[in-house]
């Protein structure tokens, strides 16, 4: 099984700074096969980004994604209010996919 | 709008079964591909099974710790899609969400808003 290492845990930052999110596999990903969701408190999971850089339909082009392998980052220009949240990198290149253990980001 | 409104979960004891709903609309529902993502409190989502369209041949994947007591089905005349949960275990307490695949297999681009199963005695 492959997996996720998201580290930190926790990032504090202020709106209006950038935001760099990264994401680990315990070994390389097929095709950039490597998902972000964004979950709020008490929501369900978002999609933002697939194919480790394709942004979902109705995701503010703040958001990014970037990598290949084994090495992912998920970016975030300019933080914006709601954007503190639960940040979730998935790979779904082997069967059935696996999530990460999400990195909280939270207001500074 | 794709909208998945579940129904189903309860307080169960160990050993029990339970059955959980997703009604979908906004969606072609017979050519969608359709999953169950679950999240223990406190920690990261983990698929548990998905289902592909009859048109591309209906097959259902199972994650390994609920292959073979739990079952997901499917009735594209209801667009309704199921999980049928058996011999359940306290470590599959959890919020249940049913999900859309999209872009991608395993690529959950569309959530209900989840439904919550405790298993305790």
């Known amino acids: 099984e492959i997996v996720l290492t998201q580290s930190p845990g926790t990032l504090s930052l202020s709106p209006g700074e950038r935001a760099t999110l990264p994401c680990r596999a315990s070994?390389?990903?097929?095709?950039?096969?490597l998902a972000w969701y964004q979950q709020k408190p008490g929501q369900a999971p978002r999609l933002l980004i697939y194919g480790a850089s394709s942004r979902a339909t109705g995701i503010p082009d703040r958001f990014s994604g970037s990598g290949s392998g084994t090495d992912f980052t998920l970016t975030i220009s300019r933080l914006e209010p709601e954007d503190f949240a639960v940040y979730y990198c998935q790979q779904y290149g082997t069967s059935p996919g696996t999530f990460g253990q999400g990195t909280k980001l939270e207001i500074k | 709008e794709v909208q998945l409104v579940q129904s189903g979960g309860d307080l169960v004891k160990p050993g029990g079964s339970l059955r959980l709903s997703c009604a979908a609309s906004g969606i072609a529902f017979t050519n969608a591909w359709m999953g169950w993502v679950r999240q223990a409190p406190g920690k990261g989502p983990e698929w548990v099974g998905r289902?592909?369209?009859?048109?591309?041949?209906?097959?259902?994947d199972y994650a390994a710790p609920v292959k073979g007591r739990f079952t997901i089905s499917r009735d594209d005349s209801k667009n309704t899609l199921s999980l049928q949960m058996n011999s359940l275990r306290v470590e599959d307490t959890a919020i249940y969400y049913c999900?859309?695949?999209?872009?991608?297999?395993?690529?959950?681009?569309?959530w209900g808003q989840g439904t919550l199963v405790t298993v305790s005695s």
């Open positions: 070994q390389s990903l097929t095709s950039s096969s």
């Open positions: 999900t859309a695949v999209g872009y991608a297999d395993y690529v959950s681009s569309s």
């Open positions: 289902i592909k369209s009859k048109t591309d041949g209906g097959a259902i």
